[in-house]
């Protein structure tokens, strides 16, 4: 209703049209022979054939699966620009945001390219057959395999991140003419617009103390049948009229854990199709293939997080192979339309600098870093076929997890949380903020390794799903924030007494 039809709304709809066009439903769709068989029949006229499609599409699960495709495009793409917007608007509308982004990616790529030339080891090359074969071989025991590490180095860690983000300034912007702006005495500088307590609960509503949330209402002190069974009720209903938004809504209130697996692959739409597992399937012989610079870097991410995890040792060979596939699908290249990123390139040996000779590098534009691995490893407690681990991860990425690593105004991007923090912090609890930057403890230094990670590896992996069922029901990273000030304020009183950062971690 709030789009204008002329521009807006049409834009929206040939977009989804164009982008389902290019899915394996439309080819899928094109191939249904029951509608077909029937259609011969001499009952059915031609005066009715519309109404005939429709209600066989109704009768066969297709309008389901349709409307389903839709939701989970208008859920990932941003609205459409204005039509005369230049194109790098749907990636960042604020210049100066861009322009951070882009210096910050040559900082990355330029520490990988001298690792390069330090070790002496390409980017990027075949490997001989021996070492083909061995890798098949051992595909699902990776992690007994010890490769010589200590000379690769992270390619950057949180703390450097977070360096970048306190020094961003909008060039146009005097912070002396606003005296609102200028009591922020966080670490984060821009002005950005973030929500405050009023408009958090207007969108946060489903988390207000009147309705039942999973986690907390099945504890001891209520008895379990008053809302436990009844909302295990209403997820199995959800799960058979397999609608995305309903599962959406649903999670809202914490997942049931029998049926998370199942809801949350309906809200991201994915179904485990064959050709979904034949991708994997190719993916995987690209690993086999090619030896890259950067899964050294996983290796070395998965050994020094995983291996020392009381939870995720045990899905050592499932991060291996997760990461290592998705560092080769250029199906992620896609979400750098809606991205403030660009994908790093690199030139074909002897050929720098010549444009038709430049690649994506790795192929699917993502240089892991330090901890890349732990949004993958609670997703291995909900599945356990690499092929749909692979795809939820992936859709978690491109929805969300990507915001956490590049800089942009987007309200689920990590300069909005950490400014939504800090604002909340000083706002609700002045005394305790002041009290920790007088002693060098700035809250956001304690919490932004929290929210860049989402929160995996702090907390036990039954609480962290429950908060991820927040981020897929809302469809945002906002939670992250809120939740970082939270914990400060429980433990507000202790941190009261503190007088030193490592006191206050």
Not at 173 to 201: A, C, M, N, W
Not at 240 to 257: F, K, L, M, N, W
Not at 386 to 407: A, D, N
Request: proline share 7%; aromatic share 10%; with cysteine.
């Amino acid at each position: 209703a709030m789009l204008d039809p002329d521009s807006g709304l049409s834009l929206t709809i040939a977009r989804i049209v164009q982008r389902l066009q290019a899915s394996s439903l439309h080819s899928q769709l094109e191939r249904p022979p029951r509608l077909f068989v029937s259609l011969h029949k001499p009952e059915i006229k031609l005066e009715s054939l519309k109404e005939d499609i429709k209600e066989f599409l109704k009768t066969s699960g297709w309008e389901k699966k349709l409307q389903n495709a839709v939701y989970s495009e208008l859920n990932v793409f941003p609205s459409p620009c204005h039509p005369a917007a230049p194109p790098e608007h749907m990636k960042e509308p604020l210049a100066y945001m861009r322009k951070a982004q882009g210096s910050w990616e040559k900082r990355i790529l330029k520490s990988l390219n001298s690792m390069c030339t330090e070790l002496s080891i390409p980017l990027a090359q075949k490997r001989p057959v021996s070492e083909q074969k061995e890798l098949l071989n051992k595909w699902n025991e990776m992690g007994t395999d010890e490769p010589d590490l200590s000379l690769f180095r992270p390619v950057y860690a949180p703390k450097d991140f977070l360096e970048v983000l306190m020094n961003l300034r909008n060039p146009n912007y005097d912070s002396g003419e606003q005296p609102s702006f200028r009591t922020h005495l966080g670490l984060i500088q821009v002005p950005l617009k973030v929500k405050d307590i009023p408009e958090l609960k207007e969108d946060f509503s489903e988390l207000g103390l009147t309705t039942g949330q999973l986690g907390i209402d099945d504890s001891a002190q209520v008895p379990p049948e008053f809302f436990e069974n009844e909302h295990v009720r209403v997820g199995q209903k959800v799960l058979a009229e397999q609608d995305s938004a309903a599962a959406q809504q649903y999670v809202r209130q914490g997942c049931p854990t029998a049926l998370r697996a199942d809801l949350w692959a309906l809200i991201l739409n994915i179904s485990n199709q064959p050709e979904d597992i034949l991708y994997y399937e190719q993916l995987k012989s690209n690993v086999i293939q090619h030896d890259l610079l950067v899964d050294s870097l996983i290796y070395k991410d998965v050994k020094l997080t995983a291996s020392n995890d009381d939870y995720y040792f045990v899905f050592e060979d499932y991060l291996y192979q997760v990461l290592l596939c998705f560092s080769r699908d250029t199906s992620v290249l896609e979400h750098f339309t809606y991205s403030s990123a660009t994908p790093p390139k690199s030139y074909i040996r002897g050929k720098l600098g010549m444009e038709e000779y430049a690649v994506f590098y790795p192929p699917n534009g993502k240089i892991n870093y330090n901890s890349f691995i732990l949004p993958v490893a609670p997703l291995c407690f909900l599945y356990h076929e690499p092929p749909k681990l692979y795809q939820i991860f992936r859709e978690m990425y491109v929805r969300f997890f990507f915001r956490l690593h590049s800089i942009s105004s987007h309200p689920s991007g990590i300069v909005s949380l950490c400014l939504l923090f800090e604002t909340l912090l000083q706002t609700h609890l002045p005394q305790l903020f002041y009290h920790l930057r007088e002693i060098g403890a700035q809250p956001l230094r304690i919490s932004f390794k929290w929210m860049v990670r989402a929160f995996s590896g702090y907390l036990a992996t039954d609480q962290l799903l429950l908060l991820w069922d927040r981020i897929l029901g809302y469809n945002s990273l906002e939670i992250l924030a809120v939740l970082a000030a939270a914990v400060f304020a429980f433990r507000a009183v202790n941190l009261m007494e503190v007088t030193s950062l490592a006191a206050a971690e």
